[in-house]
């Protein structure tokens, strides 16, 4: 096999999509080639060109059996010699993406200091985008009709109060939450942002493509893929330590008891980022995930967007001198138990039947509107206060 050619003077965006690409190289294998060598440098280590005895004890330590490291920096050789690095100038342009690199100009400074920082990010759009408030939305593939309504609107409540909603443009709640942000109104409506698994022009799944390409046009897609990857197991539990290290504050709408929402939440967590989660039935499994970072004082209550807003620091309800309810929007499915109290006054069992739902699901419903203060409860009785008028419709 003749060896891999590394062309003087190569561009180090050209350089760092050819190291992207190599088989078997992990985020942290590239941050320590790259913190320690220039892109074409660190080519040469990575085909055994030149010697990095601290890079090749490193390839020791996660080696599997001996001579591990030789082997897969002879397939690194054997990739460059098929896959020649100068061939990722033309393939960068043609796709569209720019190869950014962390410490030059462009790399966004709220990743910049985060201990498992890409070394390269790949992305279509513009990187602007990242000036400005951001929060994550995430949540379950599996979603229900009303997690996904509320992914939505709070996608587009975000964006018409000039918040990017970063997500993972998954099926389910990523992807409502991001056509709910691309359905803002007014000015100014903030453009969104996605953190995908594949290459930035490799659409996944294939029925968001329209997703894709209007976030890519007036928003940011960034991915620490080069083009052309395909996604992988791996990459999408990778990819929500990014997801949630470019948001202010990570919400999770609804999530089973495992998923990579929860991971997002975990990678928030230990960046001391926000964590919110939308309360859910018991009874829903999709609501499993939410209901215990609630219960376990992981996340904060987000009953609609003022209290993202609030999160935030920009709640600007009482800007006005004017007198306002402070309650947060009672949920249509809390407005119908409202309606059916009226002026009267009912009980639990009153409420079930007339409502023929499960006696948990309005007892939490009216947890909620206790705690919100839009009912009283007086012994086994629930009134609605009326302090502050009619619910706003």
């Known amino acids: 096999m003749s060896a891999a050619r590394i062309p003087e003077h190569l561009p180090h965006n050209a350089c760092a999509a050819a190291l992207c690409s190599l088989p078997g190289m992990t985020p942290a294998r590239l ?50 010699v ?33 201990p498992e920082a890409p070394a390269v990010l790949f992305c279509r759009g513009d990187l602007g985008v990242l000036h400005g408030r951001r929060a994550a939305v995430v949540g379950t593939r599996s979603a229900t009709a009303s997690g996904l309504r509320f992914a939505h ?24 939450a991001h056509r709910g942000a691309l359905a803002a109104q007014g000015e100014p ?30 928003g940011l897609l960034v991915s620490e893929h080069p083009p052309g990857t395909s996604p992988s197991a791996y990459a999408f539990p990778e990819r929500n330590r990014i997801l949630a290290a470019l948001a202010e504050v990570v919400v999770v709408v609804e999530s089973r008891a495992t998923g990579g929402s929860l991971i997002t939440a975990r990678h928030a967590a230990q960046r001391d980022i926000g964590v919110m989660a939308v309360p859910g039935s018991l009874s829903s499994r999709a609501s499993e995930g939410t209901n215990r970072l609630l219960r376990d004082g992981v996340a904060a209550m987000v009953l609609d967007v003022t209290d993202v807003l609030v999160a935030l620091g920009l709640d600007s309800r009482r800007a006005e001198n004017r007198r306002f309810d402070p309650r947060p929007l009672p ?22 039947l007339r409502t023929g739902d499960d006696v948990v699901d309005v007892a ?5 509107l206790e705690r919100s203060g839009w009912v009283l409860r007086s012994g086994g009785w629930f009134v609605v206060r009326q302090e502050f008028g009619e619910v706003n419709r």
Not at 40 to 63: K, N
Not at 162 to 168: H, K, L, Q, W, Y
Not at 210 to 217: G, K, N, Q, S
Not at 364 to 368: I, T
């Open 31 to 80: 941050r320590l080639l790259l913190a320690r060598h220039s892109p074409p440098a660190a080519l040469a280590v990575a085909c055994g060109q030149h010697d990095d005895p601290v890079f090749v004890a490193q390839l020791r330590t996660r080696s599997r059996a001996a001579h591990d490291d030789v082997d897969l920096r002879h397939r690194w050789e054997g990739h460059l």
């Open 82 to 114: 098929a896959h020649p690095p100068e061939r990722w100038l033309e393939v960068l342009n043609d796709t569209g993406v720019a190869a950014v690199l962390r410490g030059a100009p462009g790399y966004p400074e709220c990743l910049h200091d985060d």
């Open 331 to 352: 949920e249509p499915d809390e407005r119908r138990l409202l309606d059916l109290i009226g002026a009267d006054a009912l009980t639990i069992d009153e409420l079930v």
């Open 153 to 176: 609107d709070l996608g587009r409540a975000l964006a018409e109060h000039d918040v990017r909603v970063v997500s993972g443009l998954a099926r389910g709640i990523d992807g409502a």
């Open 189 to 218: 409506a903030a453009p969104p942002i996605a953190v995908v698994a594949s290459g930035p022009d490799v659409i996944y799944p294939r029925e968001h493509a329209d997703l894709w390409e209007r976030i890519a046009a007036c």
């Open 364 to 368: 939490v419903r009216l947890g909620r």
